[in-house]
């Protein structure tokens, strides 16, 4: 792409894209850091001879800190945005992750996964909302960019624990992470606060839908069934598809954690692809199809061979991972103005899912082991279904 030298047209989408990849980045380390925390859980349940209960007990913490968080913060953010408590969201996970390192007894182990779900709650609204001011009117590439940087860091937080984290103490090198989101995020934070003081000289006009208030709040009730299916489903194989696949296949660590990146890999690859197509096709039509297009495929997985299951988990992940960033757009669309409350309502509702059922699967997987809870969660995508009672939106500027 030719930059004009002169005029600031060019100028400005260039601070845009810049501004979009940078908290992209953010994101990507945010998530490295929360993603690590799953994959050590087999060296936290050999040091501390936990129960997979307490192993989901560990996650609920983390995960239901932020999802709680996140709607208080993104409504506060839109009456008040606070552009500096980006890096400030880093510093948290920082202090967490030392307190992972070097913990000795099994509270402490929670009261660090509390601070680094702190500091997803307090990134993930203002960096969302950052992400749309930055988009230029494309939300849905822009919001999968931004999405994508998490989606990656989640992928790439197992194979650096494979790789580097043999020992619980060597999680405290992982803070130097923290340490870059901190430098990144001041510079977002610097374009975030002089763009709201531009914002505040002129008039800005936003997306009207005219749908009645009763359609919005059934529509986003039907995003919050779709988001359960979604995440109940991805619970299980985040925090379990490494036991499962030790179990029934008798791998390795090393290699369930490899099995654990492809899918993770998948959904990093479905999520590039599904703001993009979101903004061509619309975000209803992508939602309808990532949710139930992937049930076939959840359900023959418990049955499959070791080739097939890494196979068919890269599928599994490239489209269930699509929904995400048009579930985000759509919400943002029948909610006008309130960008930062549906960024922290649908990221909270990620975190808040997946903290209940990485508890609830847990126990489910205690009891009746990683086999049946699999085929259990494999019919879960069926509540896709209900993707039929969202509504067609046509906007105009108000």
Not at 208 to 226: D, E, M, S, T, Y
Not at 253 to 281: E, S, V
Not at 340 to 361: P, Q, Y
Request: proline fraction near 5%; include cysteine; charged fraction near 10%.
């Amino acid at each position: 792409m030719t930059i004009p030298k002169s005029g600031t047209a060019g100028q400005v989408e260039t601070t845009f894209i810049s501004i979009i990849f940078a908290v992209s980045c953010g994101h990507f380390l945010n998530d490295v850091m929360q993603s690590m925390l799953p994959a050590i859980y087999p060296i936290l349940r050999n040091n501390y001879g936990l129960t997979f209960l307490q192993i989901g007990i560990i996650t609920a913490v983390y995960q239901m800190t932020g999802s709680v968080l996140q709607p208080l913060i993104g409504f506060y953010t839109d009456k008040k945005p606070s552009p500096y408590s980006l890096p400030f969201a880093s510093a948290s996970t920082m202090v967490g992750l030392l307190l992972l390192a070097n913990a000795h007894h099994y509270y402490i182990l929670l009261i660090g996964s509390a601070f680094v779900g702190l500091g997803s709650s307090i990134f993930h609204p203002e960096a969302s909302r950052v992400a749309r001011l930055a988009s230029g009117g494309k939300y849905g590439i822009a919001q999968s960019i931004f999405q994508v940087g998490g989606n990656c860091g989640s992928a790439i937080g197992p194979v650096i624990a494979a790789a580097f984290i043999s020992q619980q103490q060597r999680i405290g090198w992982l803070s130097l992470l923290a340490f870059f989101g901190i430098i990144i995020l001041t510079f977002v934070s610097h374009w975030y606060a002089n763009n709201l003081k531009r914002r505040l000289t002129k008039k800005t006009s936003a997306n009207q839908h005219h749908l009645p208030k009763a359609k919005v709040r059934n529509a986003i009730f039907v995003l919050v069934g779709l988001m359960f299916a979604k995440y109940v489903y991805m619970a299980s194989m985040q925090n379990y598809y490494m036991f499962y696949t030790m179990e029934k296949f008798g791998v390795s660590l090393h290699q369930a954690q490899l099995l654990l990146f492809l899918y993770l890999g998948g959904i990093a690859i479905g999520t590039i692809f599904g703001g993009p197509i979101g903004d061509r096709i619309g975000a209803r039509t992508v939602i309808w199809v990532s949710i139930l297009g992937v049930f076939p495929f959840t359900v023959i997985l418990p049955y499959v061979s070791l080739p097939f299951t890494a196979i068919l988990t890269v599928i599994i992940g490239m489209i269930l991972a699509s929904a995400f960033p048009a579930i985000v757009v759509f919400a943002q669309e029948l909610m006008p103005g309130k960008v930062g409350t549906v960024a922290g309502l649908f990221f909270g509702l990620s975190f808040g899912i997946g903290a209940l059922s990485a508890a609830a699967l847990g126990r489910v997987m205690d009891i009746v082991g990683s086999q049946t809870m699999f085929e259990i969660c494999s019919y879960m995508p069926a509540l896709g279904l209900i993707a039929v009672f969202l509504p067609k939106i046509r906007t105009g500027r108000a």
